[in-house]
């Protein structure tokens, strides 16, 4: 299951929980469940089918209490945060270091900021190198 909702196979869940009758509730060894894991890949498709199939998991935590709509503002899958809030994901819910998933998603959003810039600027830096060493 873990595998399945990690690399967004709804067949195998379908498979798994329909057929093989596996446990949609069954934690890693970390806590995560396999919403978790759909979750924090971005899988909406897998999140959708998982919470039809266990709505009660929305708002299950881990063993560093992470939520599945922190772990896709942390991984900046909107989609994902808003199928997980239209299902009655409780956004307040705080993790082990008292972050919710608006900090998660800022935290996400800056470091998507910083890199993208920062790429920008590596860019700007091998330019005027070229232009200062190559005689542009």
Do not use: M
């Amino acid at each position: 299951l873990f595998s399945a909702a990690s690399y967004g196979s709804i067949r195998c869940l379908r498979y798994l929980l329909e057929y093989e009758s596996a446990d949609s509730h069954i934690r890693s060894y970390n806590g995560f469940q396999p919403i978790h894991y759909a979750s924090a890949s971005g899988h909406s498709e897998c999140v959708k089918f998982l919470l039809n199939f266990a709505p009660d998991t929305v708002n299950e935590q881990t063993t560093a209490l992470l939520t599945p709509i922190y772990l896709a503002c942390q991984k900046g899958s909107l989609e994902t945060a808003q199928i997980l809030a239209s299902r009655g994901a409780n956004c307040k819910l705080r993790d082990e270091n008292g972050l919710n998933c608006l900090h998660a998603g800022w935290i996400f959003f800056v470091f998507s900021l910083f890199f993208s810039n920062f790429n920008r600027l590596f860019q700007l830096v091998k330019i005027l190198n070229c232009i200062l060493f190559n005689g542009w």
